[in-house]
């Protein structure tokens, strides 16, 4: 009877063991900054012209195993936005377009990846912009090695739906209503 008792015991305390290693693994994700961006494309006056957001940080919550689980939190300086010229840049915090007085951070939510290929996901979230919520589709690339992960989208937006762009900017005429949006993120598991 004790060596049943002992068995039990063992056993037991194996599957805590084991349970205890699997809890360990986090699902919380870090940003690798160095290597990981948001940039954006348009034309002015026809010309094509690029630009980036500098300043962001990222909560990503994500199990590999379950990602109908996921959630991920982006929050973007609006203020960080750059395109390398002087007079566009200057406007670009102004009232005109990311009024960032008011609203400082361009944030992005979304709860639940859906898998629809061998690397390919996409999400349904909330964008909100200069006070203003937008749904949003967010289809991307996620490509997993150990505990490493790189995401990638490419989104085309148009401003005039979000708001962007107030007075003479409203119309396409001057500024292209269409936005391409490029984001990288890569990531690395947080230590439990």
């Not at 063992?10 to 900054?33: D, G, H, P, R, Y």
């Not at 939190?73 to 008011?102: C, M």
């Not at 401003?159 to 490029?182: A, C, D, H, M």
Request: hydrophobic residues 40%; without cysteine.
């Amino acid at each position: 009877m004790k060596l049943r008792l002992s068995v039990i015991g063992l056993f037991l305390s194996m599957l805590l063991v084991s349970s205890l290693t699997v809890e360990a693994q986090s699902n919380t994700w870090k940003v690798v900054k160095d290597q990981s961006f948001i940039v954006f494309a348009g034309t002015q006056t026809g010309n094509a012209f690029e630009g980036r957001f500098e300043n962001f940080e990222i909560e990503i919550d994500f199990d590999p195993n379950e990602p109908t689980n996921a959630r991920v939190r982006a929050s973007i300086n609006a203020a960080s936005a750059v395109t390398g010229d002087n007079q566009r840049d200057e406007a670009l915090p102004g009232k005109d377009w990311f009024n960032v007085a008011e609203f400082p951070r361009i944030v992005f939510q979304a709860e639940g990846f859906e898998k629809v290929g061998p690397s390919e996901f996409t999400t349904n979230g909330i964008l909100t912009v200069l006070g203003v919520e937008h749904e949003l589709q967010f289809p991307f690339r996620l490509d997993l090695v150990d505990n490493s992960a790189r995401m990638k989208a490419d989104l085309t937006l148009n401003r005039q739906q979000l708001g962007i762009g107030s007075g003479p900017w409203t119309e396409g005429k001057w500024v292209g209503l269409e936005v391409n949006v490029q984001i990288q993120i890569n990531a690395v598991r947080a230590e439990p």
